[in-house]
C-alpha cells in the first residue's frame, strides 16, 4: 500500500479515487497543512500531492527519500524544483486544460471590471455614498472593438482570445500560436505594449519573465491602457505598477495573482482603478474537482508504472529507470 501526502483537502473528494492507497491530509473544512506539518510527513511518502503556495523545493524533495511523484493542484508549476525533482526521478505533474475555459472566463470578468471601475462603483453603493445618476459617474473606458495584447498565446492565453473575438476586439499577442479562425497577430513584446488598450498577462513564471512588466514596460503602455494578470503575481513590478496607476498614467487594472500571497503589497491596496481578486482564476467547481482528478490521475499512473498524461519532466522516468 503506497502513502499519498496531501497538504490540503481538495473538491471532490479525491482520496476515494485512490483505493487501496493510504491518503493522509487535512480534512473537509480543515486548514491546508504547513509546510513544517507536510514536510514531517513525507519521510514515509510514495506520493505528494500539492497547492501551488507550497514550495517543494530541494528540502523538500531531500525530506521524502522514497517519493515517487509530486502533483501539483495547479498548471503553473514555478513552486517546484523540478530539476532537483528530475534529478532524484520523482515525477513531477500538474493541471492543464480542465482550468482554461474557467480562468479565462476570470481573466474577462477582471478585464471589463477594471475597464468599467466595477470594484469603485460597488464599493460607492455599499458604503451608501452614491448620490444619484450622473452623466459622469465612475466613466471608464470602452472594451468592444478596442485591442487587446495577450502576453503568452498558450491554452488560457487563446480560450481568452477566443472570448476577445466575441467583443469584436483586434487580437495581438507575443509567444505561441493563435486559436484556430481568430484572427490575431503576432508582434513582439514592445509593438503590442505600445498598441493594445488592454494588456493580459498568460505566459509562466520563470526567469525570463520575472519582472516583465517593469516601469519600463508600463511606461510604454498606451496612456489609459488596462493591465489584467492572471497569471503570477511576480511577473508584474508592484510597485511599479502602483506607481503608473498613482500617474494616471495606466487607466486600470485587475490583479488575479501577487508576488507573496495571500499578503498584498500595500500602495497597491491604495492604488487607484485597481480592481483586485484572490487568485480565483480556476475558482468554479467543475474545474477544481477536475484538477483535483488529475491530481490523483498522475499519482494513480506513477505509482502503476505509468507515464502520467500531465507529466512535466519526461527525464524523471528515465533517472529512475537508471536508479
Ligand atoms: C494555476 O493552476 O496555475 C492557477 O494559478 C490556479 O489554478
Same mark, same amino acid.
Given at each position: 500500500?503506497?502513502?499519498?501526502?496531501?497538504?490540503?483537502?481538495?473538491?471532490?473528494?479525491?482520496?476515494?479515487?485512490?483505493?487501496?492507497?493510504?491518503?493522509?491530509?487535512?480534512?473537509?473544512?480543515?486548514?491546508?497543512?504547513?509546510?513544517?506539518?507536510?514536510?514531517?510527513?513525507?519521510?514515509?511518502?510514495?506520493?505528494?500531492?500539492?497547492?501551488?503556495?507550497?514550495?517543494?523545493?530541494?528540502?523538500?524533495?531531500?525530506?521524502?527519500?522514497?517519493?515517487?511523484?509530486?502533483?501539483?493542484?495547479?498548471?503553473?508549476?514555478?513552486?517546484?524544483?523540478?530539476?532537483?525533482?528530475?534529478?532524484?526521478?520523482?515525477?513531477?505533474?500538474?493541471?492543464?486544460?480542465?482550468?482554461?475555459?474557467?480562468?479565462?472566463?476570470?481573466?474577462?470578468?477582471?478585464?471589463?471590471?477594471?475597464?468599467?471601475?466595477?470594484?469603485?462603483?460597488?464599493?460607492?453603493?455599499?458604503?451608501?455614498?452614491?448620490?444619484?445618476?450622473?452623466?459622469?459617474?465612475?466613466?471608464?473606458?470602452?472594451?468592444?472593438?478596442?485591442?487587446?495584447?495577450?502576453?503568452?498565446?498558450?491554452?488560457?492565453?487563446?480560450?481568452?482570445?477566443?472570448?476577445?473575438?466575441?467583443?469584436?476586439?483586434? +487580437?495581438?499577442?507575443?509567444?505561441?500560436?493563435?486559436?484556430?479562425?481568430?484572427?490575431?497577430?503576432?508582434?513582439?513584446?514592445?509593438?503590442?505594449?505600445?498598441?493594445?488598450?488592454?494588456?493580459?498577462?498568460?505566459?509562466?513564471?520563470?526567469?525570463?519573465?520575472?519582472?516583465?512588466?517593469?516601469?519600463?514596460?508600463?511606461?510604454?503602455?498606451?496612456?489609459?491602457?488596462?493591465?489584467?494578470?492572471?497569471?503570477?503575481?511576480?511577473?508584474?513590478?508592484?510597485?511599479?505598477?502602483?506607481?503608473?496607476?498613482?500617474?494616471?498614467?495606466?487607466?486600470?487594472?485587475?490583479?488575479?495573482?501577487? +508576488?507573496?500571497?495571500?499578503?498584498?503589497?500595500?500602495?497597491?491596496?491604495?492604488?487607484?482603478?485597481?480592481?483586485?481578486?484572490?487568485?480565483?482564476?480556476?475558482?468554479?467547481?467543475?474545474?477544481?474537482?477536475?484538477?483535483?482528478?488529475?491530481?490523483?490521475?498522475?499519482?494513480?499512473?506513477?505509482?502503476?508504472?505509468?507515464?502520467?498524461?500531465?507529466?512535466?519532466?519526461?527525464?524523471?522516468?528515465?533517472?529512475?529507470?537508471?536508479?
Amino acid at each position: 500500500m503506497a502513502r499519498i501526502v496531501a497538504t490540503s483537502h481538495l473538491p471532490g473528494d479525491p482520496a476515494r479515487l485512490l483505493d487501496g492507497h493510504e491518503w493522509i491530509g487535512p480534512a473537509r473544512g480543515d486548514d491546508a497543512w504547513s509546510r513544517v506539518r507536510w514536510l514531517g510527513e513525507l519521510a514515509t511518502a510514495d506520493a505528494l500531492v500539492c497547492l501551488l503556495s507550497d514550495r517543494v523545493d530541494a528540502e523538500a524533495l531531500a525530506a521524502g527519500p522514497s517519493l515517487r511523484v509530486v502533483a501539483n493542484y495547479a498548471v503553473g508549476h514555478d513552486n517546484i524544483d523540478v530539476a532537483a525533482a528530475t534529478a532524484r526521478g520523482v515525477a513531477v505533474a500538474n493541471t492543464p486544460d480542465v482550468l482554461v475555459e474557467a480562468s479565462a472566463d476570470f481573466t474577462f470578468a477582471l478585464l471589463l471590471a477594471a475597464a468599467r471601475r466595477l470594484g469603485e462603483g460597488e464599493r460607492l453603493v455599499r458604503a451608501g455614498a452614491w448620490a444619484g445618476w450622473t452623466p459622469d459617474l465612475l466613466l471608464g473606458a470602452d472594451v468592444g472593438g478596442q485591442t487587446l495584447g495577450i502576453i503568452g498565446m498558450g491554452r488560457i492565453g487563446r480560450a481568452v482570445a477566443r472570448r476577445a473575438h466575441g467583443f469584436a476586439m483586434t +487580437v495581438l499577442y507575443t509567444r505561441g500560436a493563435p486559436p484556430d479562425g481568430v484572427a490575431a497577430t503576432a508582434v513582439t513584446l514592445d509593438e503590442l505594449l505600445a498598441q493594445s488598450d488592454v494588456v493580459s498577462v498568460h505566459c509562466p513564471l520563470t526567469a525570463a519573465t520575472h519582472r516583465l512588466i517593469d516601469a519600463r514596460a508600463l511606461a510604454a503602455m498606451k496612456p489609459g491602457a488596462i493591465l489584467v494578470n492572471t497569471a503570477r503575481g511576480a511577473i508584474v513590478d508592484d510597485a511599479a505598477l502602483a506607481e503608473a496607476l498613482e500617474r494616471g498614467h495606466l487607466g486600470g487594472a485587475g490583479l488575479d495573482v501577487f +508576488v507573496n500571497e495571500p499578503a498584498v503589497d500595500a500602495r497597491l491596496l491604495a492604488a487607484p482603478r485597481l480592481v483586485l481578486a484572490p487568485h480565483l482564476g480556476s475558482a468554479t467547481t467543475t474545474a477544481r474537482t477536475r484538477m483535483a482528478e488529475l491530481c490523483v490521475n498522475a499519482v494513480r499512473d506513477v505509482l502503476s508504472g505509468r507515464r502520467p498524461a500531465n507529466l512535466i519532466n519526461g527525464d524523471a522516468l528515465a533517472a529512475r529507470g537508471r536508479a
